[in-house]
């Protein structure tokens, strides 16, 4: 029997169906199993319904596609691209919404290098190619129009009433499954990310001029602040993929943070939780305002935020950048990429070490003007290639995983290359400190926290980005830092001590708008003093 003897339409799209259920959806098969295997005898029963299910749907809407001209480059590029998503779904464990698409589009090419590897040539090779290359060398034996269309419709009926009866007996079964289980739909490929990248895509065609609303246009400084004698700057560190668990200042048994615990005056905070789970959304997230239950992305991008009401309010605003852009908060104040420099010593292989953020910072500090405030925004931890973080006089802990297929390196290998770039974050860090405490001329601060955490493997689920309801907790408890300079708690009223009390209280991300203001002593409507950690700290 040939291999590419012609097949009829309704052959080709039940085989491709059969196809894409059992060689392309493996996570969902893998989640199913998980969730059955508690139902006794009527485990195999609800797996075989949801086979039925999605066969049905997958001939359904091929069926559709399958015409003369039309079948086969539509097929084609499905199958490459279902491939691609197929490999980093059982690689990472990751889920697929629109948040997940617009990370890859966001994605800045020196992290599009790191995740490129052989094993996802081979993979794409062998569910895109090649079953894509089959496609093209087999024969559809199409009937003549009239009775083609017949047989078409014949078919579709099929499929339909295969799906309404399966909802039908098995409706109660289905509503349990996704009621309680709603993960299920960002791990059915194709449909996952076909329609995420139609949300993304209906989100980035929106023509509409972008109104921009203002935000705290009446802030201004509190009158304390005419006995200023020194200038002030407040300093943001926006961190990258760092978990609060993996902080030794919270208890971690390796001591990742040896340069921070030997900082006098540090404020260590154990209990904080990030507004999402991917720099796309925690970011503009924690500078909007708005909070984490009302956040919501085009409506953060059509307003004003923090950095907005601190430039109304007077102060000098600088985004200095190490990773793949602002996402948006930055848009009117000064910005510089830092990323791309070419800075011997700090910057190699088309990317740069975080010291870079603190290149040309005692300069700044030294003739600063007005009083500031600078965002320094890490490349931090961001897997998947973490040995490529940090310098090698980082590399404390060894051996270290040296691919992007973390598959294939233990999960101690992993944690090791992780936690060296928690260790190069705590130089940074500590660096800036001894930056900022150097210049006596200038009431100093330092808030550090980082956007998102990250899996390291755990139930086999790699790096970050899944969806907030389902995402573990090493993805979303993130580490958080303060310091301030004596100069700072005198002449803005923060009281270290009251402040050390607070450590393990829970706070979250949405509390940065609020205690920014709150600290630099900002007075405007939108200033919410119930979400300031600094409120009953100052005085």
């Not at 599009?112 to 569910?127: C, E, H, P, S, W």
């Not at 300079?485 to 009251?498: I, T």
Request: glycine share 8%.
């Amino acid at each position: 029997m040939s291999l590419f003897r012609p097949l009829r339409p309704e052959r080709m799209t039940l085989l491709l169906s059969l196809a894409l259920i059992v060689f392309y959806n493996v996570p969902f098969w893998r989640e199913m199993g998980r969730i059955t295997a508690g139902l006794g005898g009527h485990g195999p029963v609800l797996l075989a319904e949801a086979f039925v299910l999605l066969l049905a749907f997958f001939n359904l809407v091929l069926a559709l596609l399958a015409w003369p001209y039309v079948f086969k480059p539509v097929m084609t590029l499905l199958l490459v691209c279902t491939a691609f998503v197929t490999y980093f779904m059982n690689q990472y464990g990751i889920m697929v919404d629109m948040h997940m698409i617009q990370n890859v589009f966001q994605t800045d090419p020196a992290e599009t290098r790191d995740l490129l590897t052989v094993k996802m040539g081979l993979f794409a090779l062998g569910l895109g190619v090649l079953p894509a290359l089959w496609l093209w060398k087999t024969p559809i034996a199409y009937r003549p129009p009239l009775r083609e269309l017949g047989v078409r419709l014949v078919t579709l009926l099929v499929s339909v009433a295969v799906l309404l009866g399966v909802v039908f007996f098995a409706y109660q079964d289905f509503a349990s499954l996704f009621r309680n289980n709603r993960q299920l739909r960002l791990i059915v490929t194709p449909s996952n990310y076909i329609q995420a990248t139609n949300s993304y895509l209906r989100h980035v065609a929106d023509s509409s001029p972008v109104v921009v609303t203002p935000l705290g246009t009446d802030a201004k400084k509190a009158s304390s602040w005419a006995a200023h004698q020194r200038k002030t700057v407040l300093v943001v560190v926006v961190g990258e993929t760092a978990r609060a668990d993996h902080f030794a200042l919270n208890g971690y048994s390796r001591d990742t943070n040896p340069q921070l615990a030997k900082q006098a005056g540090l404020l260590n905070f154990t209990n904080v939780r990030s507004c999402g789970t991917e720099t796309a959304v925690s970011v503009p997230c924690m500078f909007s305002g708005m909070g984490r239950e009302q956040y919501a992305g085009d409506a953060a991008s059509k307003r004003e935020n923090l950095l907005d009401v601190l430039k109304h309010a007077g102060f000098d605003i600088l985004w200095r950048d190490n990773n793949s852009g602002c996402k948006g908060v930055c848009n009117r104040v000064a910005y510089e990429d830092l990323a791309n420099l070419k800075t011997p010593g700090l910057c190699d292989d088309g990317e740069c070490y975080d010291d870079i953020l603190l290149d040309g910072l005692k300069e700044r500090l030294q003739n600063l003007q007005h009083d500031s405030v600078i965002v320094l925004h890490q490349k931090g931890s961001h897997g998947p290639a973490y040995y490529k973080r940090y310098p090698k006089s980082f590399e404390q802990f060894t051996p270290v995983c040296r691919t992007s297929e973390l598959s294939q390196c233990s999960q101690q290998d992993i944690v090791n290359g992780f936690d060296n770039t928690i260790r190069y974050t705590d130089h940074v860090l500590s660096g800036l400190i001894d930056l900022l405490r150097a210049d006596a001329g200038v009431n100093s601060g330092m808030i550090y926290l980082s956007d998102h955490g990250e899996s390291l493997g755990e139930n086999n689920v790699y790096l970050h980005g899944m969806p907030y309801l389902f995402a573990p907790e090493a993805q979303k408890h993130i580490p958080a830092v303060m310091w301030f300079s004596d100069g700072f708690q005198k002449e803005l009223g923060v009281n270290a001590r009251c402040l050390a009390a607070k450590k393990d209280q829970a706070w979250s991300q949405d509390n940065l708008f609020h205690s920014v203001l709150g600290v630099l002593g900002v007075q405007t409507q939108v200033y919410d003093a119930k979400l300031d950690l600094f409120q009953s700290c100052k005085g």
